[in-house]
């Protein structure tokens, strides 16, 4: 069966220090890959998506950067974190095919201070 | 532009009362509509989707959901709402060759004892 993985659970980082989030998927392959935040009261952001292995969409501009080294590897990035970085941070995968959801990681909680 | 409204923030009910939660999307063709289970600090857990087909969807947990094309909506309901229920609930759509996947804002649900 798929799992999906996601580290760190909780992170508190200061103002102006880099970032690294990790999310992998095993149990799949060639997976569609998908980075969401979450802030406070406002739902869930589509963030960066993948198709494949280096391909990457931002659907929205930010202080971030996503990368996708190998297949089942999705990777969110920040050189010089900000306030407004902070929320929680949701990784998911779905197969190629177009009729199937996604499934999600347990998430990480960004506190920048 | 695809998108999803959920036009209720926050919803109360008593334990045993009914639920229905709104879901609006906009999206030129025929789209593939999901329901998703938040708890605190938590994962999404999927409830029930929607591809094609019957327009009424059963799912997990005494859920269902029913597709209007005419209303662009997909609203889920519950008959009688358990304590257990109480969590935030998202509505989500596949978009964009199917390879984007939006989110609504979400829907805090609590429910009274």
């Known amino acids: 069966s798929q799992t999906i993985h996601q580290w760190p659970a909780t992170l508190v980082q200061p103002v102006g220090s880099p970032l690294s989030l990790e999310c992998t998927v095993e149990g799949t392959s060639n997976p569609n890959l998908y980075w969401y935040r979450q802030a406070a009261g406002r739902g869930l952001q589509l963030l960066f998506y993948?198709?494949?292995?280096?391909?990457i969409s931002s659907e929205v501009p930010q202080n971030l950067s996503a990368s996708r080294p190998q297949d089942r590897q999705f990777i969110l990035s920040s050189k010089k974190l900000l306030l407004s970085d902070s929320g929680f941070y949701l990784c998911?995968?779905?197969?190629?095919?177009?009729?199937?959801?996604?499934?999600f990681g347990q998430g990480t909680r960004l506190t920048v201070v | 532009a695809q998108s999803v409204t959920q036009p209720d923030i926050h919803i109360t009910v008593s334990e045993g009362a009914s639920l229905e939660l709104r879901c609006n999307y906009s999206?030129?063709?025929?789209?593939?509509l999901f329901w998703y289970v938040q708890s605190p600090g938590q994962g999404l857990q999927l409830l029930l989707k929607?591809?094609?087909?019957?327009?009424l969807v059963q799912g997990i947990k005494g859920f269902e959901a029913e597709f209007k094309r005419s209303q662009s909506s997909f609203n889920l309901r519950k008959p009688s709402v358990h304590w257990s229920d109480a969590a935030e609930y998202f509505c989500?759509?596949?978009?964009?060759?199917?390879?984007?996947?939006?989110f609504g804002s979400g829907t805090k649900l609590n429910v009274k004892p």
């Open positions: 993948s198709i494949g292995i280096g391909q």
């Open positions: 929607y591809f094609s087909g019957d327009t």
């Open positions: 989500a759509v596949a978009a964009g060759n199917f390879n984007k996947f939006y």
């Open positions: 999206y030129g063709a025929t789209p593939y």
């Open positions: 998911a995968w779905r197969s190629g095919r177009v009729n199937t959801e996604a499934f």
